[in-house]
């Protein structure tokens, strides 16, 4: 029985303007926006010498910060939710305009605080009403150091509206329109990509394989237009890259993630040294299910007599109870966000694909979007934006300026949520064939952390050296496709998914470069986070809130040294991670050992 009845399966966004992008209430907020941050840049033209005049500035900077990142929220939202609402469309181009105007008030604080003196700089962050920034401060000014001029800069970020920022809409707007037509369950169904995507592990072997067809084959009927849109935003990068002097494309992304490029090779390296499990664990996955080729979509299908289902409602009270069991405060959170209309679940045509959580931090609030049809991969998806929910809001209180912290610890608390629901239920369940899905379930969370993610950090990789030297045509975009899956996955599979360049919106990101490790990095440091949950019991919930909102202002080397007391440059840390993401590998396999010739 649910402890939740009759969810609201569509986000309330009301609450913030009402009548949506096209209606006075929110226009009108925009305009006056507009107005303030086109008045600021004027202010801002001229350096300045007086200190209490800087501490003010800074303080009308964070809050045309929050205003910005509260407009662009709720369009945001709006045009996912309704993909043909061009009202949300027009005013998410105008905010991406007016995002423009910060960057290049941004790079004129930037290059002011370059122009001080050492002594100079250090006696402007010795000022008390700064102590809370000083260290978002002092990273402003050392990253300065290799951007270009401030004309260059800012020009860059006028061009980059229409042009970067343009090819990445275009990718929304294609692949939120796109629709196929499958007979499915004896009827004729026109469905989005995003649920197409819910039904790609159908039970049925045959069925799945023609899901799948239509899944390639629909991204194939527009793969022109979108290799075009990721060619002109790689050529985009390279060329900035080039002009601000940076040899490796990798520097903005590491840099981005405040982390060393040396940390990230040794967590791929010991990810590497790891596959043999993850390989013999598909491998007995094939023989339940079956079937004599492990393809693609097969990955993910349970190999249960049937998949599990949940109602909203059990999944609400599902991942409450094990959000409790970790956190009070975590579980109240999500219990708020669950009847307070937090959350769009609805499973309808017309969504963008996949998932996200985007803050209103003027409201102190966020908003979760999801394509909910029942799966326990759809419930781990909303634990899993629940997860970053929760971390803004304990740090909804915070200036502005520590609140940007790096996808690779956003990835955390994200990951961190699934984790918690995933693990209870593994210990919970109350039947061998319910502990042998729900640990299916966690294998097959490891395999996408793993290898999935891992193929697209080698799908970019491989690209972005290819690109340097022209454009890349769509064929051979999907031989690297299908060069990074088969290495990624260790040979493990016999059919792959050429065209999940096309498919997946993560490539086509313009606010973070390379946005695909941070969620492999997330998923084993919420791993490091989860043991250290284990070993403190109830004390650790402050510890995780105060880990939480060190985020903003901590590179994540020194962020793992203070909260979890390891070294992320060892391989250590990665191997007792990987160790932990993998604790229930053994007991599946010898459980499953006596399944192997059912089927």
């Keep these: 029985m649910s402890d939740f009845q009759n969810l609201r399966r569509t986000w309330n966004l009301e609450v913030f303007f009402e009548g949506g992008c096209g209606a006075a209430p929110f226009k009108n907020y925009v305009e006056d926006l507009e107005k303030d941050l086109i008045a600021f840049a004027g202010e801002t033209s001229q350096p300045l010498t007086n200190p209490n005049i800087w501490v003010e500035r800074l303080k009308k900077l964070q809050s045309l910060m929050s205003r910005t990142s509260y407009a662009g929220a709720f369009a945001n939202c709006h045009s996912a939710a309704v993909s043909a609402d061009l009202a949300a469309r027009q005013m998410s181009g105008k905010i991406r305009q007016m995002s423009a105007t910060l960057a290049n008030i941004n790079t004129a604080f930037n290059t002011q605080f370059l122009a001080m003196s050492d002594d100079e700089w250090q006696a402007f962050l010795a000022q008390e009403e700064l102590n809370e920034i000083a260290w978002n401060l002092n990273e402003r000014r050392q990253r300065s150091k290799s951007m270009m001029g401030l004309d260059m800069e800012s020009l860059q970020n006028s061009l980059a509206v229409n042009g970067y920022h343009g090819w990445g809409s275009l990718y929304t707007m294609i692949a939120s329109s796109l ?88 967590m791929w390296s010991v990810i590497d040294a790891n596959k043999d499990k993850l390989v013999a664990y598909l491998e007995r996955k094939k023989q339940l299910l079956g079937i004599t080729e492990m393809n693609w979509n097969d990955v993910d299908c349970s190999t249960g007599a049937s998949q599990q289902k949940m109602s909203y409602e059990e999944a609400a009270s599902f991942i409450v109870q094990h959000f409790r069991n970790f956190s009070p405060k975590m579980a109240d959170f999500a219990t708020m966000a669950f009847n307070d209309g937090w959350i769009e679940s609805e499973d309808r045509p017309g969504k ?41 809001w304990v740090m909804k209180d915070m200036a502005p300026m520590t609140k940007s912290y790096a996808m690779v610890v956003a990835e955390t608390a994200s990951t961190m949520g699934e984790m918690i629901v995933a693990n209870a239920s593994v210990t919970a369940a109350k039947t061998r064939d319910e502990k042998i899905q729900l640990m299916e379930s966690t294998l097959n969370r490891a395999v996408s952390l793993l290898m999935n993610i891992q193929s697209r950090y080698l799908f970019e990789t491989e690209f972005y050296t290819e690109r340097a030297k022209g454009e890349v045509p769509v064929k051979r975009l999907n031989e690297l496709m299908i060069e990074a899956q088969r290495k990624a996955y260790a040979g493990a599979l016999s059919g792959y998914h050429p065209r999940f360049w096309a498919s997946k919106l993560h490539f086509y990101s313009t606010g973070v470069p390379f946005y695909n490790f941070p969620y492999t990095f997330g998923y084993l440091f919420s791993a490091g986070v989860y043991e250290k949950a284990k070993e403190l019991g109830s004390a650790f919930e402050e510890r995780y809130i105060s880990l939480l909102q060190d985020t903003g202002r901590m590179t994540v080397e020194d962020l793992a040294k203070k909260h979890l007391g390891v070294d992320l440059g060892s391989r250590s840390f990665w191997q007792s991670a990987i160790d932990s993401v993998l604790n229930n590998y053994d007991e599946f396999m010898t459980l499953t050992s006596m399944d192997q010739t059912k089927k």
Aim: charge should be positive.
């Design 352 to 392: 963008r694909m996949g998932g996200f959580c985007s803050g209103f931090s003027e409201a102190k609030q966020s908003r979760i979007f999801v394509t909910f049809s029942g799966s326990m991969s759809n419930v781990a998806t909303v634990a899993h934006e629940l997860g970053h929910g929760y971390h803004g």
């Design 179 to 266: 629709k196929a037509k499958i007979n499915l369950d004896g009827k004729e169904q026109e469905l989005s990509m995003g649920q197409l995507q819910n039904r790609l592990s159908h039970p049925d072997p045959k069925i799945r394989k023609m899901l799948m067809e239509t899944w390639e084959k629909s991204w194939e009927s527009v793969e022109d237009q979108i290799a075009h849109a990721l060619n002109q935003l790689s050529g985009y990068r390279l060329n900035l890259y080039k002009h601000r002097k940076w040899s490796d494309f990798l520097t903005e992304p590491i840099e981005y993630n405040r982390m060393r490029a040396t940390t990230l090779e040794t």
